[in-house]
């Protein structure tokens, strides 16, 4: 049983940055690939991007790439997810997620944090 806990979330402005923690706990972190998600009320979940269990492969949401970067710390059990230019569109929950392999589905991930809430203000 793999425990995450996001942090990092909260307001900033329209083109700021904000960088997101996702701490593991009570597994083997380092044997799990990581995505990022996130969700609006109502909406369905959105995949934000994912990295393998070695950090060496990383994808991205469209909406996302080249202004969003995953990475890890498999010594720390911790994943990132640094927002730069961030816009107001990407306001929503942010969830971190564990999964046996990369994947750009909810579906094949096992645990999940309970997410950290990003506002950006325009």
């Known amino acids: 049983q793999v425990q995450l806990v996001e942090s990092g979330g909260g307001l900033v402005q329209a083109g700021g940055s904000l960088r997101l923690s996702c701490a593991a706990s009570g597994g083997t972190f380092s044997s799990y690939a990581m995505g990022w998600f996130r969700q609006a009320p109502g909406k369905e979940r959105e995949f934000v991007g994912a990295?393998?269990?070695?950090?060496?492969?990383?994808r991205y949401a469209d909406s996302v790439k080249g202004r969003f970067t995953i990475s890890r710390d498999n010594a720390k059990n911790t994943v990132y997810l640094q927002m730069n230019s961030l816009k107001p569109e990407d306001t929503d929950v942010y969830c971190c997620?564990?999964?046996?392999?990369?994947?750009?589905?909810?579906?094949?991930?096992?645990?999940w944090g309970q997410g950290t809430q990003v506002t950006v203000s325009s």
């Open positions: 990295i393998s269990w070695g950090g060496g492969s990383t």
């Open positions: 997620a564990a999964a046996r392999s990369m994947s750009d589905y909810p579906s094949r991930y096992i645990y």
